[in-house]
Each structure stands twice: as structure tokens, then as C-alpha cells.
């Protein structure tokens, strides 16, 4: 299995019923790092920015992993985004240092999915939402392989918990994150 780091970002992850779950589901997976901003940083001021770089220097896998925060991610991790991901180490004339690497989106909603397309409550799909950070992976040279969402947290029930769990697993293990057609046509 390749060697995946979940930067995690959830303001209060004791008391998260799908983050929680899901992070405890892959603890004992010896190839995946995940790396708490919240337990990590008491404030933003306080990123290590050096420490934070050589981290997503050691693997080859990077996934982005918080609920969605007013169609957003929490502030942390934008604040980690400008720190971090910084001039000449993930985007300039030096800076390919992320190149090549795979990441994904893992984002909880309150939502259920139906929500999420043009006309419903939301109004929007949740690949519009996250354009941002999308576009982010991929202006710093990483290749982007989707997004896996966990629907509907605040009704969330434990069958479909579970669901979640097993595909977020099988996510995390699958060694193909291509996200081709050709792949689709394949299988």
C-alpha cells in the first residue's frame, strides 16, 4: 500500500460520529499517517511549516480529510494551505516538491447527497463547493483522484455509517485511484 498522509482537520474530532469513526477505522494501517491539525496547532500562528513540508514530502499519497464548514473546509486548514504550501516548495520555478503525488478530498456533509445539485438546498454539487481546494492540489503539480464524501451526518444512521466505513477503507487501500474511463470500461 502506498504511503498515505490524512491531514485531518475537525475542530473537535471526540465528539465527531462519522470523522471519528472513519480515522479510527484505518489507526492501525501501518502505511497511513494521519496527522491532526487541531491536536497538532493550538493556534494557526503556531504551524510548523518546515515540519509540515517534510511531511508531505515523506509519502506519496495526500488526502485532505474535514467536515464541510459552510461549504468550505475549516479554517485551519486554509491557513495551513498559505502557510504551507508556499513558494518554491509547492509551486515556482522550485517548487514541484508535491508533483506527482495522488490526493483526494474525504469531507463529511450535514446534508444528505440529494442535497447537493442544482435546485436543491444547497444549490450546488459538492465538486463546486470544493473547487478551491481542488484547484489548489492541482496548481501544486499533485494529481487529484476525486473526492469521497460521507452524506448526511446530522441523520446519520449506523448501517450507512458503516457503508462509509467500508469504502472509505477500500479507498484507502486501493492501490488505483485512477479515476479514468478506461478503468470504468475495465471493470
Known amino acids: 500500500m502506498k ?9 473537535n474530532i471526540a465528539e465527531s460520529k462519522v470523522n471519528k469513526s472513519l ?8 502505511n497511513i499517517t494521519v ?15 518546515a515540519k509540515e513540508q517534510a511531511l508531505l514530502v515523506e509519502h506519496e499519497r495526500i488526502i485532505f480529510q474535514f467536515p464541510l464548514y459552510w461549504y ?12 504551507v504550501l508556499s513558494y518554491g516548495f509547492a509551486y515556482g ?3 514541484s516538491k508535491l508533483a506527482g503525488k495522488e490526493s483526494k478530498i474525504v469531507v463529511s456533509t450535514g446534508s444528505p447527497e440529494y442535497a447537493y445539485q442544482a435546485g436543491a438546498y444547497n444549490n450546488f454539487t459538492l465538486s ?12 501544486t ?28 477503507q477500500k479507498i484507502l487501500k486501493s492501490e488505483d485511484w485512477s479515476t ?8
Do not use: C
Not at 479514468?180 to 471493470?187: D, E, P
Open 23 to 30: 480515522i479510527e477505522s484505518i489507526q492501525n494501517e501501518p
Open 3 to 11: 504511503k498515505t498522509l490524512i491531514i485531518l482537520a475537525h475542530p
Open 72 to 83: 468550505s473546509s475549516p479554517a485551519i486548514l486554509k491557513e495551513w494551505q498559505d502557510k
Open 35 to 49: 496527522h491532526d491539525l487541531y491536536a497538532t496547532y493550538k493556534t494557526v500562528e503556531a504551524i510548523d511549516v
Open 128 to 139: 463546486e463547493y470544493l473547487r478551491p481546494l481542488q484547484s489548489t492540489i492541482v496548481f
Open 93 to 95: 520555478p522550485e517548487g
Open 141 to 168: 503539480g499533485m494529481e487529484f483522484k476525486g473526492i469521497f464524501a460521507a452524506y448526511g451526518a446530522m441523520k446519520l444512521t449506523e448501517d450507512a455509517l458503516q457503508k462509509d466505513i467500508v469504502n472509505y
Open 180 to 187: 479514468s474511463l478506461f478503468k470504468f470500461l475495465a471493470g
